[in-house]
């Protein structure tokens, strides 16, 4: 079941003209064990939103979550490969909707400020409204170590693709579809976020973030992230990214430190064959020739994976552009009129 078509939507230019009244905006809400809390984010998601349809994707749950997520309104589907990962690959590629709101099932973000995010998206238009996490009074709401943790990741992924990142780790953002039907999806479990992020980096989308409300899990209700287990598997993937984003800097830092351990082996044993004509350390010679060997090779693998990964971009380019963005209500094409002349702008 899917969220209701959009009624006379017309195409002009490649983009779809809606009101955003008859938008479709489906949320994908991903749970394991969370029926201390599903109900509630349902609920404060169809009062927020008007007409949203509530995807509950249940994943090996051993509680009562799917029976009243049921209860409260929700689209509930099974999801039997563990991971949440696995859950937002799954719901990314079933739903078919216009707008998509992902958030997670243990009613720590503020639901209310899903209205914004939706309207920041259309009013862009935007394909990524990340909501970046402000706590609430208590100031209890991030686990110890989170926070900083998470500004730890932010800074290194902004170092790596050059770009500012303030809350990599939210659970709570909006895609429009083009973003959707583009993601390849390929991580498993909470690292999810974390190729969320780079995707609309390594595409350039337009993106933008809102400060959301962030508290504490109500009672009853347990975090399924490990600190440190997940942490390492994020920081992991990181590596993985700028090996697969940035292998020119990747593989040319292991190439050029192997040069210079190569240059240092070396000239000692040159100052000492220009003085005796001999070669007495000779194991050390070969390993020297050995790093300079393998440098050049990093070096020349970075180059060849750089080429690599310009195609698969614009490959994903491609396939990105393939969807039509949704027009904001102000936008010149939505009544079928051409857009103003360069001149007329104002």
């Not at 509530?54 to 309104?73: H, K």
């Not at 259309?122 to 170590?145: E, F, I, K, N």
């Not at 209700?221 to 020119?248: C, M, N, Q």
Request: overall charge neutral.
């Amino acid at each position: 079941m899917y969220p209701p078509r959009v009624p006379h939507s017309r195409r002009h230019r490649g983009m779809t003209r809606v009101d955003s009244t008859e938008l479709r905006i489906a949320a994908v809400v991903p749970c394991h064990n969370e029926e201390a809390s599903v109900a509630k984010v349902v609920a404060d998601l169809q009062a927020a939103v008007p007409g949203i349809v509530v995807y509950v994707y249940d994943n090996l749950s051993t509680d009562r979550t799917s029976e009243l997520a049921r209860q409260a309104g929700a689209i509930v589907r099974q999801e039997h490969t563990k991971g949440k990962g696995n859950v937002v690959r799954r719901a990314f590629a079933d739903i078919e909707a216009d707008v998509y709101l992902m958030i997670d099932g243990d009613d720590t973000y503020e639901a209310a400020d899903a209205p914004l995010m939706i309207k920041t998206l259309l009013d862009g238009p935007y394909d990524h409204v990340l909501g970046v996490r402000r706590q609430d009074a208590s100031g209890t709401a991030y686990r110890a170590g989170h926070e900083t943790g998470n500004r730890v990741l932010n800074g290194v992924v902004g170092k790596v693709f050059g770009e500012n990142v303030e809350d990599m780790l939210s659970g709570f953002r909006v895609f429009s579809r083009r973003f959707v039907k583009s993601f390849p999806a390929v991580s498993r479990e909470f690292e999810i976020e974390t190729e969320l992020t780079v995707h609309s980096l390594h595409l350039r989308v337009p993106q933008t973030a809102v400060p959301v409300g962030f508290r504490d899990r109500p009672a009853g209700s347990e975090s399924k992230l490990r600190t440190y287990h997940d942490g390492f598997k994020i920081l992991a993937l990181i590596i993985g990214l700028a090996r697969h984003e940035r292998p020119v800097a990747f593989y040319g830092l292991f190439g050029t430190l192997s040069w210079l351990v190569s240059i240092v082996l070396t000239i000692p044993i040159v100052i000492e064959f220009t003085r005796t004509h001999e070669v007495p350390r000779f194991p050390t010679l070969f390993l020297a020739f050995t790093l300079l060997l393998l440098g050049s090779l990093a070096w020349t693998a970075g180059l060849i994976l750089d080429g690599i990964r310009r195609s698969r971009h614009e490959a994903s380019r491609l396939v990105y552009l393939r969807y039509s963005a949704v027009v904001a209500e102000d936008d010149p094409f939505r009544n079928g009129g051409d857009a103003p002349a360069r001149g007329d702008a104002r």
